[in-house]
């Protein structure tokens, strides 16, 4: 009875170290992306913790101030967590072994995790565990060190797209403003480029936001300035250049926008926000409104910019484009905390709690 459950013991062991382990290579080796529940909950926990502090606040900057440090906080947490399970598991393989005493156990597999000497074995196969356990505690911070350089690297490549964005956009980004102000100084047969752009970005953004979660919650340097913002500006201004602007079809608007409401759908399956199954307008919603819409065209008009006649159908057409990133735009924005933007934070507190704390997913085929 007692080798069975030393037995038992062991596996508990080997299960714990070899599930801790597929954890740190799934978040910092396997180039695609995959969930760990470790690192969920590690997430999660910390949110709880966050959510505290914010309850005080008052103002979109104190918020900010204090959210600026849960990715980094988060981050940092997940080599203890995986230190702790894994001295855990060490532990138990070491009991199971006939090292005598929890005690010693853990003082055991805490010495040879942090390659401190300060226990030993005259056990062969103990031994060996010493020697992989403290292999593994290596392995694990070089990760981290490996992983952060690649993840600011992303973040920068980011970043420096959307502070562009505030010279062309304004700030907070507005997609009307946007079309104005290359209307103004560039030309609006310039925007051609600049799709093409955008559409790389958000290319980059699918790949990096879903293998290198983390990087969803970290905050631009400006507290005003907000990547999920960037995203739906941009997105808005295709939109409304496609449908609504006088100007000669762009293959390049129509793929940077579908390139933007994929990466956004990626990247809201991988937290599990359930979403609409290939939405159409009118059957599905979008939280424009027609005066909204109208509103919009009216200064495009006053300040020179070619509408084409028929409003009805450019508004069918806008809505068209909305309806596929509608949605996960705003549980991003709510999801992230993003700083008020027109047509997109500023309406998507309503969604916080009514949607984002369920915990089924929708798939979506693209």
């Known amino acids: 009875m007692v080798i069975l459950i030393r037995i038992i013991v062991f596996i508990f062991g080997l299960a714990l170290v070899i599930t801790t382990f597929f954890s740190a290579i799934s978040t910092f080796v396997l180039p695609r992306s995959a969930r760990s529940r470790l690192n969920r909950i590690v997430f999660g926990l910390l949110r709880k913790v966050f959510d505290i502090p ?37 532990a138990a393989m070491y009991w199971s072994l006939g090292v005598p005493g929890w005690i010693m156990d853990f003082r055991l597999s805490g010495s040879s995790l942090l390659t401190l000497g300060l226990a030993a074995s005259d056990d062969f196969f103990v031994n060996i565990l010493i020697f ?13 060190i490996a992983y952060l350089p690649t993840m600011y690297s992303a973040f920068s490549r980011r970043e420096q797209a959307v502070n562009l964005l505030e ?63 960037a995203a739906g500006t941009i997105l808005d201004a295709a939109a409304l250049t496609v449908s609504a602007v006088d100007v000669p079809r762009s293959a390049s608007a129509q793929l940077c926008i579908r390139a933007g409401f994929i990466a956004l759908a990626r990247v809201t399956e991988y937290f599990d926000i359930p979403s609409p199954v290939n939405p159409h307008f009118p059957e599905s919603k979008i939280s424009i409104t027609r005066d909204e819409f109208n509103t919009a065209l ?20 806008f809505a068209g484009w909305r309806v596929n990133y509608d949605f996960t735009l705003l549980a991003l924005c709510a999801l992230t905390m993003a700083p008020p933007a027109p047509w997109s934070s500023d309406r998507a507190p ?16 693209r």
């Open 298 to 317: 009216d200064r495009l008009a006053e300040n020179g910019v070619a509408l084409k006649p028929d409003r009805d159908q450019a508004w069918i057409d």
């Open 350 to 365: 309503r969604l916080k709690h009514s949607l984002l704390s369920t915990g089924f997913r929708q798939r979506q085929d």
């Open 54 to 90: 914010l309850r005080f606040t008052s103002t979109f900057a104190q918020r900010d101030s204090i959210m600026a440090y849960y990715a980094p906080i988060g981050l940092m947490l997940l080599v203890p967590a995986w230190y702790v399970l894994t001295a855990i598991g060490y």
């Open 167 to 229: 010279v062309r956009a304004g700030n907070p980004p507005s997609a009307v403003e946007m079309i104005l102000r290359f209307n103004r100084i560039h030309g609006l047969d310039r925007l051609n480029d600049y799709w093409s752009l955008w559409e790389n970005w958000f290319a980059d953004i699918e790949e990096s936001h879903t293998v290198l979660p983390a990087l969803v919650f970290f905050r631009s340097p400006r507290p005003q300035n907000s990547w999920v913002v």
């Open 132 to 144: 992989s356990e403290a292999t593994l505690g290596l392995v694990l911070v070089a990760l981290l």
